[in-house]
T-cell receptor
Framework: AQKVTQAQTEISVVEKEDVTLDCVYE???????LFWYKQPPSGELVFLIR??????QNEISGRYSWNFQKSTSSFNFTITASQVVDSAVYFC???????????????FGAGTILRVKS | DGGITQSPKYLFRKEGQNVTLSCEQN?????MYWYRQDPGQGLRLIYY???????QKGDIAEGYSVSREKKESFPLTVTSAQKNPTAFYLC?????????????FGQGTRLTVV
């Protein structure tokens, strides 16, 4: 079975603090993709990053960085020097059934609410 | 501007009524999806469609129906058989057939049973 666990329901930080959002996944597939999406108060999910199962390189994009470790089945997301605009719900997702006839289904974690206070 | 449009933003339904949520995209995407979001449960897949006139059940399809008569449109009907329809519904689309394709989401419809 495929599953994504985001154990942190809610995190509150003060502006300029660094914060890490945890994501642990389960799958028996050897080919899969992992995603992070941000859901601001407006409601739509905004794509942040994708990583395939064969690429364990960490990635940095501005204040955002991602740490993918297959050994621990984790794909954690760190925001450096957080800002009030980072306040949102963040979802980690796993894509399963890649290359199957009816594939490309996403399994989402429960989400982590991030509150950044000024 | 390209994107996904969901309407209405808020919808109220009486017990026993069917209601239809609209989803339109102009991104030329083949695949479209409907998700349900409940507090603390993340997003769960209701239905998805990879091509016109074809669609597949997701994890929680009971009490819902869809159609895909046009590439741009994927309406969701919440039927009276859905016992707990109050939720936030999100429509998404993506290019199909390739792994790792990012999905684009609409702004959602909040459905409340009154």
């Amino acid at each position: 079975a495929q599953k994504v666990t985001q154990a942190q329901t809610e995190i509150s930080v003060v502006e300029k603090e660094d914060v890490t959002l945890d994501c642990v996944y389960e799958t028996r597939d050897t080919t899969y993709y992992l995603f992070w999406y941000k859901q601001p108060p407006s409601g739509e999910l905004v794509f942040l990053i994708r990583r395939n199962s064969f690429d364990e390189q960490n990635e940095i994009s501005g204040r955002y960085s991602w740490n993918f470790q297959k050994s621990t089945s984790s794909f954690n997301f760190t925001i450096t020097a957080s800002q009030v605009v980072d306040s949102a719900v963040y979802f980690c997702a796993l894509e399963v059934g890649v290359h199957m006839e009816y594939g490309n289904k996403l399994v989402f974690g429960a989400g982590t609410i991030l509150r950044v206070k000024s | 501007d390209g994107g996904i449009t969901q309407s209405p933003k808020y919808l109220f339904r009486k017990e026993g009524q069917n209601v239809t949520l609209s989803c339109e995209q102009n991104l030329n995407h083949d695949a479209m999806y409907w998700y349900r979001q409940d507090p603390g449960q993340g997003l769960r897949l209701i239905y998805y469609s990879q091509i016109v006139n074809d669609f597949q059940k997701g994890d929680i399809a009971e009490g819902y129906s869809v159609s895909r008569e046009k590439k741009e449109s994927f309406p969701l009907t919440v039927t009276s058989a859905q016992k707990n329809p109050t939720a936030f519904y999100l429509c998404a689309s993506s290019f199909a057939w390739t792994g790792g394709t990012e999905a684009f989401f609409g702004q959602g419809t909040r459905l409340t049973v009154v």
